[in-house]
């Protein structure tokens, strides 16, 4: 007979936190429609099967793990009943809602439950749910970073401090990020993926190379400690520069294992507080991080169920051009503009690159160019390694693609070629030149920058932080031929 109490946890689901007692039956399924249904990146698939293959080991017999073509066919071979935490996305949520003899628990792996997030929304009146907001809150309901009832140090922003170009020199002085080594189950693994994808069984996008990301909680927990003792104190000030050499910069490269569950978000976040109660990091590198994951990570969460289905279908600037062969391909070696090469590659290369490429060369990109935002979304979702729907809305539709119409930030997130020139090193060496508009050197951020403006005139006039660039639109000289350019450009 089994027993009553087995907790099916979803391969997103891979921490002691999901279960009530460490000696907890456990059921994992590995489905192998979910692989096939998308063109993951290669290192994405690899590293979930990792991760998923670690955890059936490590438990043992504790736990049944079956490989199966699906879920409904993995849950046929099961005998009796079971629980599940709340699952990451809305198409697993309704099918574990209609099973029978599994019971939905509340989700697990975040800070803040769904019932905070609503309150504070309901009084937020319709206006914008901006998420400073939402942070202090959670702030306040976790008791992270407060002296008394107020934030440590005075302020709860210090943002101000966080916005340093990078170093003149090219690169931050700190020892790589941790790397995981692979193992027997790796080996597996990528002979697996090997084989699936002769069959014809399996696509996947980008490269595969060795395992960059922690898949077990062992090297969750190390990936962690060796970030808080050598990039956190320089996580603050640099954590919106970009650096061609330097990927990585000061950031964490922590979001695979925390989306995996290897990692409970609080965890990180006590970590962080902790090594700037001791001294260890400034306050500004501190808060840097916590903003990211009790403020950011939290808010998207809870944006992706509060807005519902139809969020992720949002096209309000009405974008409705397909993702190029070159950018769905990451084809980075035919791409001239140095910034969108750099990252593409680090996509391809290793399914990863940090915030601001993300918002600001790609996304970016995209926006300007009019791409459909549904299509990039799902661009996002298996390109990267960290990508999972949740995340997607939010940070996509809503903050890069601006295509919910402003419910989560107040201006579109497009800039030119100056604001990458002021915050990374990659224009000094580029064909482009970030100040040109027009002839052979137009920096494709530069004009599409302008080309964005042009196309959205009507539709952003109301926007009142966006007023002083729409003012300057009309001033622009030769502004059709800017327009007439980037609309005819191929590739950058
Ligand atoms: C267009 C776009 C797409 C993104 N796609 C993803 C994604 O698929 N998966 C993902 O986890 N993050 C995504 N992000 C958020 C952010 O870029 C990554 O979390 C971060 O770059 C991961 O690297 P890191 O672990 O070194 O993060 P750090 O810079 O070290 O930040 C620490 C942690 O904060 C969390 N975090 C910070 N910002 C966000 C955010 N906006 N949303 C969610 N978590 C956040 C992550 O867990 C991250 O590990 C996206 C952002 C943008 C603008």
């Given at each position: 007979?089994?027993?009553?109490?087995?907790?099916?946890?979803?391969?997103?689901?891979?921490?002691?936190?999901?279960?009530?007692?460490?000696?907890?039956?456990?059921?994992?399924?590995?489905s192998r429609?979910?692989?096939?249904?998308?063109?993951?990146?290669?290192?994405?698939?690899?590293?979930?099967?990792?991760?998923?293959?670690?955890?059936?080991?490590?438990?043992g017999?504790?736990?049944?793990?079956?490989?199966?073509?699906?879920?409904?066919?993995?849950?046929?071979?099961?005998?009796?009943?079971?629980?599940?935490?709340?699952?990451?996305?809305?198409?697993?949520?309704?099918?574990?809602?209609g099973?029978?003899?599994?019971?939905?628990?509340?989700?697990?792996?975040?800070?803040?439950?769904?019932?905070?997030?609503?309150?504070?929304?309901?009084?937020?009146?319709?206006?914008?749910?901006?998420?400073?907001?939402?942070?202090?809150?959670?702030r306040?309901?976790?008791?992270?970073?407060?002296?008394?009832?107020?934030?440590a140090?005075g302020?709860?922003?210090?943002?101000?401090?966080?916005r340093?170009?990078?170093?003149?020199?090219?690169?931050?002085?700190l020892?790589?990020?941790?790397?995981?080594?692979?193992?027997?189950?790796?080996?597996e693994?990528?002979?697996?993926?090997?084989?699936?994808?002769?069959?014809?069984?399996?696509?996947?996008?980008?490269?595969?190379?060795?395992?960059?990301?922690?898949?077990?909680?062992?090297?969750?927990?190390?990936?962690?400690?060796?970030f808080?003792?050598?990039?956190?104190?320089?996580?603050?000030?640099?954590?919106?520069?970009?650096?061609?050499?330097?990927?990585?910069?000061?950031?964490?490269?922590?979001?695979?294992?925390?989306?995996?569950?290897?990692?409970?978000?609080?965890?990180?976040?006590?970590?962080?507080?902790?090594?700037?109660?001791?001294?260890?990091?400034?306050?500004?590198?501190?808060?840097?991080?916590?903003?990211?994951?009790?403020?950011?990570?939290?808010?998207?969460?809870?944006?992706?169920w509060?807005?519902?289905?139809?969020?992720?279908?949002?096209?309000?600037?009405?974008?409705?051009?397909r993702?190029?062969?070159?950018?769905?391909?990451?084809?980075?070696?035919?791409?001239?503009?140095?910034?969108l090469?750099?990252?593409?590659?680090?996509?391809?290369?290793?399914?990863w690159?940090?915030?601001?490429?993300?918002?600001?060369v790609?996304?970016?990109?995209?926006?300007?160019?009019?791409w459909?935002?549904?299509?990039?979304?799902?661009?996002?979702?298996?390109?990267?390694?960290?990508?999972?729907?949740?995340?997607?809305?939010?940070?996509?539709?809503?903050?890069?693609?601006?295509?919910?119409?402003?419910?989560?930030?107040?201006?579109?997130?497009?800039?030119?070629?100056?604001?990458?020139?002021?915050?990374?090193?990659?224009?000094?060496?580029?064909?482009?030149?970030?100040?040109?508009?027009?002839?052979?050197?137009?920096?494709?951020?530069?004009?599409?920058?302008?080309?964005?403006?042009?196309?959205?005139?009507?539709?952003?006039?109301?926007?009142?932080?966006?007023?002083?660039?729409?003012?300057?639109?009309?001033?622009?000289?030769?502004?059709?031929?800017?327009?007439?350019?980037?609309?005819?450009?191929?590739?950058?």
């Amino acid at each position: 007979m089994a027993d009553p109490e087995r907790r099916w946890c979803f391969a997103d689901q891979l921490g002691p936190h999901f279960l009530d007692r460490k000696d907890q039956p456990v059921l994992l399924i590995e489905s192998r429609a979910v692989l096939r249904r998308r063109r993951f990146h290669r290192q994405k698939a690899h590293l979930v099967l990792s991760a998923l293959r670690h955890r059936a080991a490590e438990l043992g017999d504790q736990a049944l793990f079956v490989q199966a073509g699906t879920y409904r066919e993995a849950l046929a071979r099961v005998r009796g009943p079971l629980t599940v935490c709340g699952p990451t996305s809305r198409a697993a949520a309704e099918f574990t809602a209609g099973l029978d003899g599994v019971t939905v628990l509340p989700s697990r792996g975040f800070a803040t439950g769904r019932e905070h997030f609503e309150e504070w929304a309901a009084g937020r009146d319709g206006s914008h749910l901006l998420m400073e907001s939402f942070y202090r809150g959670a702030r306040r309901a976790t008791g992270t970073l407060m002296d008394g009832d107020g934030p440590a140090g005075g302020r709860w922003n210090l943002d101000k401090e966080n916005r340093e170009p990078p170093p003149p020199d090219g690169e931050l002085p700190l020892p790589t990020p941790y790397r995981p080594e692979e193992d027997a189950i790796d080996a597996e693994v990528r002979e697996y993926l090997d084989a699936a994808e002769r069959r014809g069984e399996m696509s996947f996008v980008g490269r595969d190379g060795p395992r960059r990301f922690p898949a077990t909680r062992t090297e969750a927990r190390r990936a962690l400690r060796h970030f808080v003792e050598n990039r956190l104190p320089t996580f603050g000030p640099y954590e919106d520069a970009m650096l061609a050499a330097d990927p990585a910069m000061s950031h964490s490269f922590l979001s695979a294992a925390l989306n995996l569950g290897l990692l409970d978000p609080m965890e990180c976040v006590r970590a962080a507080e902790r090594a700037w109660r001791e001294g260890a990091v400034p306050l500004r590198s501190a808060e840097g991080f916590v903003r990211q994951v009790l403020g950011w990570r939290e808010y998207m969460w809870h944006v992706y169920w509060h807005f519902g289905r139809g969020y992720a279908r949002r096209n309000a600037l009405r974008a409705r051009r397909r993702l190029p062969r070159w950018f769905a391909e990451l084809d980075a070696d035919s791409v001239d503009a140095r910034c969108l090469s750099s990252v593409l590659r680090n996509v391809r290369d290793q399914g990863w690159t940090h915030h601001i490429p993300r918002l600001m060369v790609l996304g970016n990109y995209a926006l300007q160019r009019g791409w459909h935002p549904a299509e990039l979304s799902d661009w996002f979702h298996r390109c990267f390694v960290d990508g999972y729907e949740w995340v997607m809305a939010g940070n996509v539709i809503g903050m890069s693609q601006y295509a919910d119409g402003g419910r989560i930030v107040t201006k579109p997130y497009a800039a030119g070629g100056s604001y990458i020139n002021r915050m990374s090193d990659f224009c000094h060496d580029c064909v482009y030149r970030p100040t040109a508009r027009t002839g052979e050197e137009a920096c494709p951020y530069t004009g599409g920058y302008w080309w964005f403006l042009a196309r959205n005139e009507e539709r952003l006039s109301g926007n009142w932080r966006l007023a002083p660039q729409l003012r300057n639109l009309r001033r622009i000289d030769g502004l059709d031929d800017v327009v007439a350019n980037e609309r005819a450009r191929r590739r950058p």
